[in-house]
């Protein structure tokens, strides 16, 4: 089916290993749509063996770990690490929301055994959507448990980390809590945050007017997004999530070969004609959109795919089907 012009995924630059997609938080801005609905499956040796290889096979001996929330399997973080280290492979850092906080003695030991895998560094997700969420307090208590066992920690965002010092650490903060709190309007709060418009961004922060038809005017041709490696995924049932496009899958072993249209006919078409044509491709099947209402291209997007999602039970591409049923 390949004719020379379709997706070929040949060298990877730098991303990570999604460990697990359930999460003790619901953040209104998370690209995977992580939650704690979602099966508690968590990443095996095996698997994270492949996808380990895999990485380096394709030019990328370093990865960084990310969830959902890796720390919420603590002994399953610890075999990937093994494997990581048993195959060579540079932990950049690990990313985590702090919400396994209990004590600074507990968060350190773990902490100490993380290091002695060789991490480095965690990446602290600090932020108003994660305020909702989580108490300041164990975001602090993992920074303290940091300092204590000699691992560097990466605010995201440092500003967020300096700011929040004026709350209840004790208490949890909706948007509109905060909001009031600070006395700082939401917009300007979320405006210096790097935000995608993926996921449940889309339904919260990127909502907009346009019809269809005005979506497929204003972005003419394929999306070369789906190419792009520069902050790739692999996750822990071995797919390959290309760009940013969270909900869209390649089999990690189909990586390397231009793929094949028949298997993979929604991202061919997306990459090759855009989503125009996946509309096209979608309303033969039945799908219709919405009058108007759509933010960007990428919320139409999600939209036909979650209507294919209903449609194709087994498709390999629409994946993990929780992206579209939460
Ligand atoms: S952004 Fe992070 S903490 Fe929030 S729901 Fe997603 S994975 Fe969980
Ligand atoms: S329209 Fe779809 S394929 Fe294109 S960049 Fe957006 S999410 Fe990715």
Redesign the pocket.
């Given at each position: 089916m390949a004719d020379g012009n379709g997706l070929c995924i040949r060298h990877l630059s730098s991303g990570g290993i999604i460990t697990n997609y359930y999460c003790t938080s619901s953040c209104r801005h998370c690209l995977y749509r992580c939650s704690p609905r979602w099966p508690k499956d968590y990443i095996t040796p095996s698997v994270a063996k492949e996808l380990f290889a895999t990485s380096k096979r394709f030019g990328c001996s370093g990865v960084h770990i990310g969830g959902g929330e890796p720390f919420l399997n603590f002994q399953g973080l610890l075999e990937v690490l093994r494997v990581a280290r048993d195959q060579g492979i540079y932990i950049e850092y690990i990313e985590t929301n702090s919400s396994w906080y209990k004590s600074l003695d507990d968060a350190a030991g773990k902490l100490e055994q993380v290091r002695e895998l060789g991490v480095g560094t965690l990446l602290i997700s600090v932020s108003p959507f994660h305020l909702e969420y989580i108490p300041f307090k164990k975001v602090q208590g993992v920074v303290e448990a940091c300092r204590k066992v000699g691992i560097n920690r990466f605010l995201w965002t440092e500003t967020f980390y300096h700011l929040f010092k004026r709350l209840d650490p004790s208490r949890r903060y909706s948007l509109e809590a905060l909001e009031a709190e600070l006395g700082v309007p939401l917009k300007k709060l979320i405006g210096s945050y790097w935000l995608h418009p993926?996921g449940r961004a889309l339904e919260t922060f990127f909502k907009g007017e346009m019809k269809a038809s005005e979506v497929v005017a204003f972005n003419p041709g394929g999306?070369k997004?789906?190419a792009d490696t520069s902050h790739f995924h692999l996750d822990l049932y071995g797919n390959y999530v290309p760009?940013l496009?969270a909900g869209?899958s390649i089999w990690y072993e189909d990586l390397g070969k231009e793929l094949d249209v028949a298997k993979y006919p929604v991202i061919s078409t997306?990459y090759s004609r855009?989503?125009g044509g996946l509309l096209e491709y979608a309303q033969d099947l039945g799908f219709k959109p919405k009058d108007d209402g759509y933010g960007s291209?990428?919320s139409l997007?999600?939209e036909i795919r979650k209507f294919l999602s209903s449609k194709k039970k087994d498709s390999p591409e629409l994946n993990p089907v929780w992206h579209y049923k939460f």
């Open positions: 993926g999306c997004e789906l760009g496009c869209l997306l855009g989503v291209k990428c997007c999600f």
